[in-house]
């Protein structure tokens, strides 16, 4: 057993204990205490630390995979164990695959820094706000997961989201929405369905594939919105959501005239094959390109949603119809309504008031007072 006390070159205090285990390995450490100590305080500090040592043992630091080793591990016990939906899953595949990875990979956990998290922002410049604060939310949900399962005693960083503008939601107006579904009838009864259900029951791409026969009561026109697909697995709506959603006229004479007994889902070829989500946007790109207008399955769910914001739909109804999480994601839409924010504050003008009052502040007694 040993300690040395020498000064430090830049001031303070070089300390050196060296002890022999009771395993009989020998362990030394080195320390540099600050210059506000004197050399008695840095000695008894060494030779406490030197009884701990010798009492205790040393502290084993605990082996930290690096990002890339732990990546498999967060997927599978995370994503899957939670069930998470495939859309989800390859989501978080990708982002590890191409941002995080490659830029953090080879670091372990506990040295990824704040300086660290800025960098892989800089690489970020050429992306959206949004994208961006993609890549950070997986990054902080794996640290996260690597605490609650003791891989991280703390987190290593902080992770601050970049701030996003909110941009108006691309929708067709009314016109262009009629040009579209003259165009999509011309394909072929498929497309101008595809473009129906988008555009006048608000249902997703993978809505749209999923939607089964069982779903449909023509009787009382109503569409129940159980399934999305996934790369040809069936999973929960988005949100987890199933939603009850009413048929316009079009709509239900629409599916009526594609009824047929070739499979359970309502969108199929002609040998029975289900329509895939690469074939539904296929065939909305092509109307959207005779149309002339832009092109986008989601563009249809947008256009469903603002052509009842113009009609005065409240937002309320609007959000229990497409299956938003929140009110908030809904009124995106509300500058459409007819009511605008100067027409609503008007309507305190039609409110019962004491005109004696009003009067009074007319007058030169009223004003002075």
């Known amino acids: ?13 070089d300390v050196d204990i060296s002890v022999l285990l009771a395993s009989g390995v020998r362990h030394r450490e080195r320390r540099k205490l600050g210059a506000s100590c004197s050399k008695t305080t840095a000695r008894e500090w060494a030779e406490r630390r030197e009884r701990e040592l010798l009492l205790v043992g040393p502290k084993i630091r605990k082996e930290v995979p690096t990002l890339e080793e732990f ?8 994503a899957r164990a939670n069930q998470q939906k495939p859309s ?71 992770i601050r989201l970049m701030r996003v503008t909110r941009a108006d939601a691309a929708f067709h107006d009314f016109e ?3 040009r579209l579904l003259d165009a999509a009838l011309t394909i072929d009864p498929r497309s101008y369905l595809i473009a129906l259900l988008g555009g006048e029951a608000g249902l997703r ?12 009561d023509l009787d009382r026109r109503q ?26 006229e079009r709509l239900a004479a629409a599916l009526r005239k594609q009824r047929h007994l070739r499979h359970r889902r309502v969108l199929c070829k002609d040998d029975g ?33 603002s052509h009842l914001a113009m009609q ?26 007819p009511a605008s924010l100067d027409a609503t504050i008007r309507l305190l003008d039609n409110r019962p008031i004491r005109r004696a009052v009003e009067d009074n502040l007319e007058t030169p007694e009223g004003r002075n007072a």
């Not at 057993?1 to 205090?13: D, E, F, L, Q, T």
């Not at 953090?104 to 956990?109: D, I, K, N």
């Not at 289900?274 to 563009?299: E, M, N």
């Open 1 to 13: 057993m040993s300690v040395n006390i020498r000064r430090h070159p830049r001031g303070g205090w």
């Open 71 to 78: 990546a498999p591990r967060f997927i599978e016990g995370y």
């Open 88 to 158: 989800g899953i390859a989501a978080k595949q990708s982002i590890l695959r191409l941002h995080l990875i490659p830029k953090l990979g080879t670091r372990s956990l506990d040295a990824i820094s704040n300086e660290q998290v800025q960098r892989l922002k800089l690489g970020l410049h050429d992306k959206s706000p949004k994208t961006v604060n993609n890549v950070l939310s997986v990054l902080s949900m794996l640290l996260k997961q690597a605490v609650e399962w003791g891989v991280l005693e703390k987190m290593p960083c902080s």
């Open 176 to 178: 262009a929405y009629e």
């Open 205 to 216: 791409a993978g809505e749209i594939v999923a939607l089964e026969w069982a779903d449909i």
């Open 223 to 248: 569409i129940i919105v159980r399934h999305s697909d996934w790369n040809g697995e069936l999973t929960a709506p988005k949100n987890g959501r199933v939603r009850c959603v009413g048929m316009t």
């Open 273 to 305: 094959t289900p329509l895939t989500r690469q074939g539904c946007w296929s065939r909305v790109r092509y109307a959207a390109h005779r149309a002339k207008v832009p092109t986008g399955v989601h563009i249809l769910r947008h256009t469903f949603c």
């Open 312 to 337: 005065g739909a409240p937002m309320r109804g609007v959000q229990e119809l497409v299956g938003h999480q929140s009110l908030a994601m809904t009124q995106r839409y509300s500058h459409l309504t």
